[in-house]
């Protein structure tokens, strides 16, 4: 069965830190690119971040570049988020997503995580 | 960047109705453009794929057309488990923009 289980999140004050991890288990996790989408409370999604199958080449909203990376371990079969410079409008909860394929783009989010919580407050 | 731009922002429906849900782009897309389906509490499903592709395992009450800036997702028969927030994603370029959503309720 394919899954993907975000795990990490947790309260932090601002401007601290957190690293997310998502483990992805069921499929061939080097041959598809990922994406990080965050949902806040009783908001819309947005996505975060994103990296090829390879981990070559990664991608950042403009809201989080610079305080978030994104990067693989394909031998773990796991992808993070290190997420730096908090900030409380960062509050959502985090879910880590598979795109259709190993492009990033022209491809979709066909598997989804249940998500973890992030809380960015004093 | 492309701004994707949902409507209505909400909708009450009858079930059997017949529903229409528009998104457009502020610049052209091509078909790269996803529809999820969100349920309230849930995590969000992907519905269709390049703008008109059913994902497999979705009731065929749903469709999607378009190209270009402007698409829309068609339930044809509104069932009470339709109830959610729907949502549109481009995908041709990043950022990987969503659109606003459309949340969907039984009348």
């Known amino acids: 069965e394919v899954q993907l289980l975000e795990s990490g999140g947790g309260l932090v004050q601002p401007g601290g830190s957190l690293r997310l991890s998502c483990a992805a288990s069921?499929?061939?996790?080097?041959?598809?690119?990922m994406s990080w989408v965050r949902q806040a409370p009783g908001k819309g999604l947005e996505w975060v971040s994103g990296?090829?199958?390879?981990?070559?080449?990664?991608y950042h909203a403009d809201s989080v570049k610079g305080r978030f990376t994104v990067s693989r371990d394909n031998s773990k079969n796991t992808l993070y988020l290190q997420m730096n410079s908090l900030r409380a409008e960062d509050t959502a909860v985090y879910y880590c997503?598979?795109?259709?394929?190993?492009?990033?783009?022209?491809?979709?989010?066909?598997?989804w995580g249940q998500g973890t919580t992030v809380t960015v407050s004093s | 960047d492309i701004q994707m731009t949902q409507s209505p922002s909400s909708l009450s429906a009858s079930v059997g109705d017949r529903v229409t849900i528009t998104c457009r782009a502020s610049?052209?897309?091509?078909?790269?453009l996803a529809w999820y389906q969100q349920k309230p509490g849930k995590v969000p499903k992907l519905l269709i794929y390049?703008?008109?592709t059913l994902q497999s395992g979705v009731p065929s009450r749903f469709s999607g057309s378009g190209s270009g800036t402007d698409f829309t997702l068609t339930i044809s028969s509104l069932q009470p488990e339709d109830v959610a927030t729907y949502y549109c994603?481009?995908?041709?370029?990043?950022?990987?923009?969503f659109g606003g959503g459309t949340k969907v309720e039984i009348k």
């Open positions: 990296i090829i199958g390879s981990g070559g080449n990664t």
């Open positions: 610049q052209g897309v091509s078909n790269y």
């Open positions: 390049a703008a008109s």
């Open positions: 997503a598979r795109h259709s394929s190993a492009y990033y783009f022209y491809s979709y989010l066909d598997v």
């Open positions: 069921g499929f061939t996790f080097s041959s598809y690119a």
């Open positions: 994603q481009k995908s041709n370029s990043a950022p990987l923009t």
